[in-house]
Nanobody, 120 residues
Framework: QVQLVESGGGLVQAGGSLRLSCTAS????????MGWYRQAPGKQRELVAA???????NYADSVKDRFTISRDNAKNIWYLQMNSLKPEDTAVYYC??????????????WGQGTQVTVSS
C-alpha cells in the first residue's frame, strides 16, 4: 500500500537542532498534505507542523519560530527542521500524509515514529 518511514531522531542537548525526514513509498497517485505529529509519554498526540502540496504551512504555537516544515513533492519527502530545542520537545515524532492512492481513493497514513530526546 503506502509506507511512511521517519529518520533523523536522536538525543540532543537543549538549544540544539535536529532535522527529521519522512519518505513515502508505495501506491501513490498524489500526496496532498504532509505533516508531523508528536506524542510525549502520558500525553495526547498533537500536531506539530503541516504543509500542503502547494506549500501552505501550519504550526503549533509552541514551535512557531523554532521549527520549519518543508517538502520535496517530486521525491515524496518532507522534513522538519527543529532548532532551539527544549526538553519539552521530547516525544515520539510521527510523520503523516494524506494520500490519493488512485485519482479517487484518498487515505491518511502514518509512519512508525522516531524518538526525539532533548536533555535539560
Amino acid at each position: 500500500q503506502v509506507q511512511l518511514v521517519e529518520s533523523g531522531g536522536g538525543l540532543v542537548q537543549a538549544g540544539g537542532s535536529l532535522r527529521l525526514s519522512c519518505t513515502a513509498s508505495g501506491n501513490i497517485f498524489r500526496i496532498n498534505t504532509m505533516g508531523w505529529y508528536r506524542q510525549a509519554p502520558g500525553k495526547q498526540r498533537e500536531l506539530v507542523a503541516a504543509i500542503t502540496r502547494d506549500g501552505s504551512t501550519n504550526y503549533a504555537d509552541s514551535v512557531k519560530d523554532r521549527f520549519t516544515i518543508s517538502r520535496d513533492n517530486a521525491k515524496n519527502i518532507w522534513y522538519l527542521q527543529m532548532n532551539s530545542l527544549k526538553p519539552e520537545d521530547t516525544a515520539v515524532y510521527y510523520c503523516n500524509a494524506g494520500v490519493f492512492t488512485t485519482s479517487t481513493n484518498y487515505k491518511n497514513f502514518w509512519g512508525q515514529g522516531t524518538q526525539v530526546t532533548v536533555s535539560s
